[in-house]
């Protein structure tokens, strides 16, 4: 039978395994003792603390929904929770999406919201895009992007718009035609926000590692397992890890930016292309709150550490006043702190956490980077998968569906 040998045990890899089944002999190394990688919880009291942001599930491919409802966790063991996200402007909060909410900006000011109609309507945009920031001026309008679109993306991705190139949002944000606009200001018909992600899935078990445990049932999974070193043996055409397993096909969910250190005999230029890829980290806080009914508040402002709050509270049932705040970067728990003491919403600290990988930075060199290591890693039949794997801004149902189209690559 083929040996396959995937690293990583998070959703792409533990997908990846269940996809392949029982024609393969198939073994996942995963470096923690416990599944999951970035989308794994840690219980505290019966409270989900996402260690790196909140994950709610849906997705707009039925293949994806097929899958997950039908051979990992059953529809039944999921609730559906309504997405009823608020967005902090000036110090009022305003529904998410923004641009439909003009007429709720034009209760708390009127010349804002006058400005932000102005510029939507007036915004030209000739598709040639020069940076991110320029991708939101011209979708949305100078005032909707400056006011918002700017502040909160500048804060997500710790970086400069001006340098960061706009490939990776097309798909990622509704972006309204001026009907939908229209509408929504005079209310003839409402327009809604038309992302999947309107509607979301938690389990109703109240953890996301009851879905995370049900796709690593039945796996071989090597547990406290670091891959240090990759190699292949010319003759057989296998691939040595750490010296001691070999594999038929391997495939990969760790960060690309680490593969050309850890591959053997890497040509330079290769590993020059991964020195050059960027990322961010995530830093955590779960808080007790005051109560509130939303999933999601974003917080474009800039004297804020936080650009968002999860309320994950209301994710479970029965509901709960507990949020997690999410800083791009590092921070300490002290800063944290300091941060959420501006915010009467937040009344305890409870637990801390930085990550380590969380997004992959679309910058200038991102393009160039991940092509000229792709071609590589392509030449040598070595194949990466998922968020990290593949230097993408990808969802876990994103992972899914990769993982589906490499097993039609590979069988
Ligand atoms: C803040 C935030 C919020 C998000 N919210 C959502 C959401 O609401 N809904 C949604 O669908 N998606 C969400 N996502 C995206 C989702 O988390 C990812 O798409 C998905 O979890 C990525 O899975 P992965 O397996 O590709 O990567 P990972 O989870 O990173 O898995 C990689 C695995 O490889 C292991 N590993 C790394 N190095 C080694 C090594 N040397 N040896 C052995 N093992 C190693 C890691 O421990 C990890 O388990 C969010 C992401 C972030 C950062």
């Given at each position: 039978?083929?040996?396959?040998?995937?690293?990583?045990?998070?959703?792409?890899?533990?997908s990846m395994a269940r996809l392949l089944g029982e024609g393969f002999e198939t073994e996942v190394l995963e470096k923690n003792a416990l599944p999951g990688g970035i989308a794994r919880t840690k219980d505290i009291g019966g409270i989900p603390y996402h260690l790196v942001g909140g994950h709610c599930f849906n997705s707009k491919y039925p293949e994806v929904m097929d899958f997950v409802f039908n051979k990992i966790l059953p529809a039944c063991e999921w609730k559906k929770v309504e997405r009823k996200s608020a967005i902090r402007l000036h110090g009022y909060e305003v529904n998410y999406p923004i641009e439909f909410s003009i007429k709720q900006i034009y209760g708390y000011d009127k010349?804002?919201?006058?400005?932000?109609?102005?510029?939507?309507?007036?915004?030209?945009?000739?598709?040639?895009?020069?940076?991110?920031?320029?991708?939101?001026?011209?979708?949305?309008?100078?005032?909707?992007?400056?006011?918002?679109?700017?502040?909160?993306?500048?804060?997500?991705?710790?970086?400069?718009?001006?340098?960061?190139?706009?490939?990776?949002?097309?798909?990622?944000?509704?972006?309204?035609?001026?009907?939908?606009?229209?509408?929504?200001?005079?209310?003839?018909?409402?327009?809604?926000?038309?992302?999947?992600?309107?509607?979301?899935?938690?389990?109703?078990?109240?953890?996301?590692?009851?879905?995370?445990?049900?796709?690593?049932?039945?796996?071989?999974?090597?547990?406290?397992?670091?891959?240090?070193?990759?190699?292949?043996?010319?003759?057989?055409?296998?691939?040595?890890?750490?010296?001691?397993?070999?594999?038929?096909?391997?495939?990969?969910?760790?960060?690309?930016?680490?593969?050309?250190?850890?591959?053997?005999?890497?040509?330079?230029?290769?590993?020059?292309?991964?020195?050059?890829?960027?990322?961010?980290?995530?830093?955590?806080?779960?808080?007790?709150?005051?109560?509130?009914?939303?999933?999601?508040?974003?917080?474009?402002?800039?004297?804020?550490?936080?650009?968002?709050?999860?309320?994950?509270?209301?994710?479970?049932?029965?509901?709960?006043?507990?949020?997690?705040?999410?800083?791009?970067?590092?921070?300490?728990?002290?800063?944290?702190?300091?941060?959420?003491?501006?915010?009467?919403?937040?009344?305890?600290?409870?637990?801390?956490?930085?990550?380590?990988?969380?997004?992959?930075?679309?910058?200038?060199?991102?393009?160039?980077?991940?092509?000229?290591?792709?071609?590589?890693?392509?030449?040598?039949?070595?194949?990466?998968?998922?968020?990290?794997?593949?230097?993408?801004?990808?969802?876990?149902?994103?992972?899914?569906?990769?993982?589906?189209?490499?097993?039609?690559?590979?069988?």
């Amino acid at each position: 039978m083929i040996k396959v040998g995937i690293l990583g045990a998070g959703i792409s890899g533990l997908s990846m395994a269940r996809l392949l089944g029982e024609g393969f002999e198939t073994e996942v190394l995963e470096k923690n003792a416990l599944p999951g990688g970035i989308a794994r919880t840690k219980d505290i009291g019966g409270i989900p603390y996402h260690l790196v942001g909140g994950h709610c599930f849906n997705s707009k491919y039925p293949e994806v929904m097929d899958f997950v409802f039908n051979k990992i966790l059953p529809a039944c063991e999921w609730k559906k929770v309504e997405r009823k996200s608020a967005i902090r402007l000036h110090g009022y909060e305003v529904n998410y999406p923004i641009e439909f909410s003009i007429k709720q900006i034009y209760g708390y000011d009127k010349e804002l919201a006058l400005k932000m109609v102005a510029d939507f309507l007036n915004s030209q945009d000739d598709t040639d895009y020069a940076n991110l920031e320029d991708w939101f001026v011209k979708k949305f309008g100078k005032t909707l992007a400056e006011e918002y679109f700017i502040p909160y993306n500048t804060k997500i991705w710790n970086n400069d718009l001006t340098k960061m190139s706009h490939l990776w949002v097309e798909d990622k944000l509704p972006v309204p035609n001026r009907y939908d606009f229209f509408d929504n200001l005079t209310q003839i018909a409402a327009a809604r926000d038309k992302m999947p992600h309107t509607k979301f899935y938690y389990p109703a078990s109240n953890n996301q590692n009851t879905f995370i445990d049900a796709l690593a049932q039945g796996l071989n999974i090597r547990y406290n397992y670091s891959v240090t070193e990759i190699d292949s043996d010319k003759k057989t055409g296998q691939w040595i890890v750490n010296n001691e397993l070999t594999y038929d096909i391997l495939i990969s969910t760790l960060p690309l930016k680490e593969i050309p250190i850890l591959l053997k005999n890497t040509p330079d230029s290769v590993k020059t292309a991964g020195e050059k890829l960027k990322y961010n980290k995530i830093s955590n806080v779960l808080w007790k709150n005051r109560p509130c009914d939303k999933t999601w508040t974003y917080i474009p402002e800039k004297d804020r550490l936080f650009h968002r709050y999860i309320h994950i509270g209301n994710y479970i049932n029965p509901q709960q006043d507990y949020s997690i705040s999410e800083a791009v970067g590092v921070h300490t728990f002290e800063d944290m702190m300091r941060s959420g003491a501006k915010d009467p919403f937040l009344t305890e600290a409870i637990d801390h956490h930085i990550s380590d990988y969380a997004y992959v930075v679309f910058d200038e060199n991102y393009q160039e980077s991940t092509r000229i290591i792709k071609e590589y890693l392509n030449d040598i039949r070595f194949h990466t998968l998922g968020r990290f794997g593949e230097w993408q801004y990808y969802n876990m149902d994103v992972c899914i569906k990769r993982a589906m189209e490499l097993k039609n690559v590979i069988v």
